[in-house]
């Protein structure tokens, strides 16, 4: 009992960085039965693709992107899903790292407006330091911009390879 304690602290802990309510001991049978719920009842998220699109089309417009490039990295990083969590931490459907979404103004990284609205940003940031160029660029938002500068375009990494290539694919 004292090692499930001890992880229901840490996912606890973990919770309060990413700002996201923390399960107790308790609740955490109802949470189990409500996800397995979920599992086998369809989809029925707070916002639909479509809903997602528009948010996305608005931010891009905001921020001067275009918003078939800013649709193709939603796609490619969450096929439009707000509550994508990945395994390496990066959250929503513009996939934000909790550092990056703070830089970019994010106050909850869970709400899918803010979430896109900082990832457009980034990416319309990501444009502006590579002299749009898409390539790099969208190279950068997966990868970084210090990977990007340092191989002086995509840098040799297959996941990132691949994602540039998703996206430029969506994007055309």
Not at 131 to 145: C, L, Q, R
Not at 160 to 172: C, E, N, R
Request: overall charge positive.
């Amino acid at each position: 009992m004292d090692s499930i304690s001890r992880v229901l602290q840490r996912i606890d802990a973990i919770e309060q960085r990413f700002n996201k309510p923390a399960v107790t001991a308790s609740g955490f049978s109802a949470l189990l039965s409500k996800a397995e719920q979920a599992d086998k009842a369809p989809s029925q998220g707070n916002s639909t693709t479509s809903e997602i699109a528009k948010m996305v089309q608005v931010a891009a417009q905001k921020y001067g992107v275009d918003p078939k490039l800013a649709i193709a990295v939603a796609k490619t990083e969450s096929n439009m899903t707000a509550d994508a969590v990945s395994s390496a931490g990066a959250v929503g459907v513009m996939q934000l790292m909790p550092e990056t979404a703070r830089a970019m103004g994010v106050r909850n990284i869970y709400d899918p407006r803010e979430n896109i609205d900082g990832g457009v940003k980034y990416l319309k940031q990501m444009l502006t330091t590579f002299n749009g160029d898409i390539e790099k660029s969208v190279a950068a938002y997966n990868a970084g911009p210090s990977a990007v500068t340092k191989y002086a375009g995509v840098p040799p990494y297959s996941e990132t390879q691949a994602y540039v290539g998703k996206v430029l694919a969506l994007y055309s």
